[in-house]
Each structure stands twice: as structure tokens, then as C-alpha cells.
């Protein structure tokens, strides 16, 4: 077997308006692709980011993966979040890594903001 790449990640949410909301508003994310109240994508850099609607035998909505997202100010990106009511965890250092902190999405996805060092 041979992967070329990753096409996508996506999260399961049971609503999708205020998925697309949080994504797209709160988070800045250009919708790429969307398919009524099925599918979501948003283009993040070059990397596809979805959300979906369960479809039968997924997973259930806020026990997905997590998607990381790189932002330069890791304190500013942090601040703007905080100012719009969303609440955001400590951040928490990597050493030479970098940095990152964590919030949730309406589903309850973890979605997390990393700095380089």
C-alpha cells in the first residue's frame, strides 16, 4: 500500500449551521465546498478541513480526531478567541516544538492552535 497524501480531515457534528458558523465566523476558514447540510470543506493552507453529518454507523459528533490549526501569535489568536465568548484552555508549552492551546467547537470537537517555538 502506498498513501500519497492526506485529502482531508473531517469532524462529525449533529448541527451543521452552527458548525459552519464556528468555522467559518468565529475561526475565519473559507468555505471550499459545501453540500446542503451534509458536508462542509474549507480550505486551511492547501490541507481540506469538513464537517459532516452522521451518517449511519459513524462515529458520534465531539469523539473525532482533532484538528490542529498553525498560527503565527499563538497569545493574539488566543485573545480574539477569548473576546468572542469562546473558551479556550491554558496554553501549553512543547520546548523546542512550540506551543499550542485547545477549544471546542459547538459539537464539542477539540480543535487545537499550535505555534512554532
Not at 462542509?40 to 464537517?51: H, L, P, S, Y
Request: charged residues 20%.
Amino acid at each position: 500500500m502506498a498513501i500519497s497524501k492526506v485529502t482531508n480531515v473531517y469532524y462529525v457534528v449533529p448541527d451543521m449551521d452552527a458548525a459552519v458558523a464556528f468555522y467559518r465566523d468565529t475561526l475565519g476558514l473559507n468555505v471550499k465546498f459545501k453540500d446542503g447540510d451534509k458536508w462542509t470543506q474549507f480550505d486551511v493552507g492547501g490541507t481540506q478541513v469538513a464537517i459532516a453529518t452522521p451518517a449511519p454507523g459513524q462515529v458520534d459528533p465531539g469523539s473525532n480526531a482533532t484538528v490542529v490549526l498553525q498560527v503565527d501569535d499563538l497569545a493574539t489568536t488566543r485573545d480574539e478567541l477569548t473576546a468572542q465568548g469562546i473558551a479556550v484552555s491554558e496554553v501549553v508549552g512543547m520546548g523546542d516544538h512550540g506551543s499550542f492551546f485547545t477549544c471546542r467547537d459547538p459539537a464539542g470537537n477539540v480543535v487545537q492552535f499550535f505555534a512554532r517555538a
